[in-house]
Antibody
Framework: QLQLQESGPGLVKPSETLSLTCNVSGGSIGSSSYYWGWIRQPPGKGLQWIGSVYYTGSTYYKPSLKSRVTISVDTSKNQFSLKVRSVTAADTAVYYC???????????WGQGTLVTVSS | DIQMTQSPSSVSAFVGDRVTITCRASQNLNRWLAWYQQKPGKAPKVLIYAASNLHSGVPSRFSGSGFGTEFTLTISSLQPEDSATYYCQLANSFPPYAFGQGTKVEIK
């Protein structure tokens, strides 16, 4: 069974870059059956898919975030990462990493990490 | 950008009641839709995938139906532990994975 764990700073200043990493254990990030993604949830609000990466490095982003977001995969470390540039208070959210398995949806999730954008 | 719209935004019902949540998509999804349950402070859990398939370990009182642009999640007999927020999601074998805005289910 896969386990995912987010790590990164909990506080980021406005206009700076938010960086998070998701460590995958219990399986290989090189599996062709999964897409590895980031999903966020602002306080008191709903879930927002940010984007996903395949083990080959192919990426897919929510169109409204595409200009500020980069997701990458490191198969040697069995982890994938998220960068959000030029953050504002609107980027304050719990950030989840998750794996999508074929058509079964996001079956495995990290516990989530709160990132606050504030000076 | 595919838009997913859920209704109602919230519902309050008695234990034992039948509860139905609807999800409408702005484009044809075929049957590639998943439903999630999220409790406060926790990551979401998948309930239903491919519109009507029950994920392993999910109680049989949960069921899903639909095709194309309209889908439903039904809880046949509401239990106290079903108090949560429910989300639909476009869930094909590849991205994007857009979510609905959520439906909060409360127990009267």
């Amino acid at each position: 069974q896969l386990q995912l764990q987010e790590s990164g700073p909990g506080l980021v200043k406005p206009s700076e870059t938010l960086s998070l990493t998701c460590n995958v254990s219990g399986g290989s990030i090189g599996s062709s059956s999964y897409y590895w993604g980031w999903i966020r949830q602002p306080p008191g609000k709903g879930l927002q898919w940010i984007g996903s990466v395949y083990y080959t490095g192919s990426t897919y982003y929510k169109p409204s975030l595409k200009s500020r977001v980069t997701i990458s995969v490191d198969t040697s470390k069995n982890q994938f990462s998220l960068k959000v540039r030029s953050v504002t208070a609107a980027d304050t959210a719990v950030y989840y990493c998750a794996s999508a398995f074929e058509v079964a949806g996001n079956v495995y999730w990290g516990q989530g990490t709160l990132v606050t954008v504030s000076s | 950008d595919i838009q997913m719209t859920q209704s109602p935004s919230s519902v309050s019902a008695f234990v034992g009641d039948r509860v139905t949540i609807t999800c409408r998509a702005s484009q044809n999804l075929n049957r590639w839709l998943a439903w999630y349950q999220q409790k406060p402070g926790k990551a979401p859990k998948v309930l239903i995938y491919a519109a009507s398939n029950l994920h392993s370990g999910v109680p049989s009182r949960f069921s899903g139906s639909g095709f194309g642009t309209e889908f439903t999640l039904t809880i046949s007999s509401l239990q106290p532990e079903d108090s949560a927020t429910y989300y639909c999601q476009l869930a094909n074998s590849f991205p994007p994975y857009a979510f609905g805005q959520g439906t909060k289910v409360e127990i009267k």
